[in-house]
């Protein structure tokens, strides 16, 4: 039997403003103490809500719903901008000190890790899951300034939804024994994977919570629900799931194929090349994942350009798949916006000299997933890709006004000399002077005196 944590930081992003903020200003006001929420376009108010405080929570501020929402139901709420590079330094932070206690971690998002503490425990005398995370909530506590709480049982299911229970910086357990008392009461839907679908159909079939699940015959709730979701919602629901911590990291479970080009993709040829190349690649990373039983979220294309520019762009889906053709949609979606949106990768008679197609976010198991590395991420492109937007666009206007200045500088220019040329024929006659002011460049050097 194993022994695993699920590690999770109370309010991620809320608590890290909350900890910059005190940080920098000993005397602000914790936003963790009043209701507060990170979001959206502070000051135009709009956006959605990525994290709220828990004092927010209990005017019922959601997660994902817009701001203006939000402060329908609170018009107190104080709401803060996301601060990106502050969460991946409190993240990055918050990991390393889960590693110095086990290299047998799996990050699950920018919040979150599973922790395989088997051997710390078998090998420490004297000490019990409990004691330890509690260690580890005191040490994060104390040297980084937010809480965390964990969740301890024997596989990552178990342990994640222990963590759950009651919060902030708190520890709870959930043993298989301790199955029915803390695991079969909860509703349903908060039944780790189980989407807001899933638990609506089982709802409807009488089946509110997870005990109930559980004492349902596993093949009616596949008839219900469906092969793969019916057998997730009858194993989690009696307790079980993978002990594998995966030890890797996410980045490096991918499955991603490219090939060079025999000829370059450039304007003439790319709508001939470019689908087919890329219906090969989405059917080879497919074909991959099946035999790996993996599915992905993010797609991406890569490419290296002739001049050896390598540029890439990916998007995330709704839900985890490894279908040839949903990956070839939106692979063919992706090469388009970096030929010809705004990176122009095709523009001036460029080409392109190689294309991969890759799926990462892998899943292996469950069927549904929300995860908050994801969103932030999401999010984080779209905010690069609106400064890239001004950027091209500050651009623009500086070389149309560039263009303009030019422009009245020629006409100015033009004016004096059609000036001059009137005053001298005024003086000396018409023949006096030709407008063959551009005489000097063909070539021949004016004699010199
Ligand atoms: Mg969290």
């Not at 222990?162 to 039944?191: M, N």
């Not at 705004?342 to 469950?366: F, H």
């Not at 009137?422 to 021949?444: H, I, P």
């Amino acid at each position: 039997m194993r022994i695993i944590f699920h590690i999770d930081v109370n309010s991620a992003f809320l608590s890290w403003s909350a900890v910059k903020q005190l940080k920098e200003n000993p005397d602000a006001v914790d936003l963790r103490t009043i209701p507060s929420a990170v979001g959206g376009d502070v000051s135009k108010r709009h956006g959605v809500i990525t994290a709220k405080s828990i004092p927010a929570k209990k005017y019922g501020v959601q997660t994902g719903e817009p701001v203006v929402k939000a402060l329908q139901k609170c018009p107190d709420l104080v709401l803060v901008q996301s601060d990106f590079a502050t969460y991946r330094a409190y993240s990055a932070a918050f990991i390393e000190i889960l590693r110095s206690y086990s290299e047998i971690l799996e990050q699950v998002s920018i919040d979150e890790a599973y922790l395989d503490v088997t051997e710390l425990i078998e090998d420490s005398e004297g000490l019990d899951a409990v004691t330890l995370a509690a260690q580890i909530r005191k040490e994060i506590r104390e040297t980084l300034g937010f809480t965390v709480n964990v969740g301890i049982s024997v596989n990552k299911f178990l342990a994640k939804m222990a963590s759950d229970f009651a919060k902030p910086d708190k520890t709870h357990t959930l043993y298989p024994e301790e199955i029915p008392a803390k695991l079969w009461p909860l509703a349903i839907r908060d039944l780790y994977g189980c989407g807001a679908s899933t638990a609506q159909k089982l709802t409807q079939l009488g089946i509110l919570t997870i005990g109930e699940a559980a004492g349902t015959q596993k093949e009616l709730l596949q008839s219900y629900l469906g092969q793969k979701a019916g057998e997730y919602i009858y194993e989690r629901a009696n307790g079980r799931g993978s002990e594998v911590v995966h030890a890797e990291s996410e980045k490096a479970k991918s499955y991603s194929n490219e090939t060079t080009m025999s000829e370059d993709i450039t304007v003439r040829n790319y709508e001939a090349k470019a689908d087919p190349v890329l219906r090969a690649l989405s059917e080879h990373v497919s074909a991959r994942m099946e035999r790996g039983q993996a599915k992905g979220l993010t797609v991406s294309v890569s490419v290296k350009t002739d001049d050896f520019k390598r540029r890439s762009r990916q998007m995330t889906l709704e839900r985890p798949t490894r279908d040839a053709e949903v990956i070839y949609a939106n692979a063919q979606v992706l090469l388009r916006e970096l030929c010809f949106g705004e990176t122009a990768l095709l523009a001036d008679g460029r080409g392109i000299r190689l294309i991969g197609v890759g799926m990462s976010k892998l899943d292996e198991g469950g069927y549904e997933q929300e995860n908050l590395f994801d969103w932030m991420k999401t999010q984080e492109e779209e905010k690069e890709r609106k400064q890239e937007q001004e950027r091209v666009r500050e651009e623009g206007e500086k070389k149309a006004e560039e263009q303009a200045r030019q422009a009245a500088e020629k006409k100015r220019r033009t004016e004096q000399l059609g000036r001059m040329l009137e005053n001298v024929q005024m003086r000396f006659g018409k023949q006096s002077l030709q407008k063959g002011v551009s005489k000097d460049t063909s070539g021949e050097k004016p004699e010199e005196d």
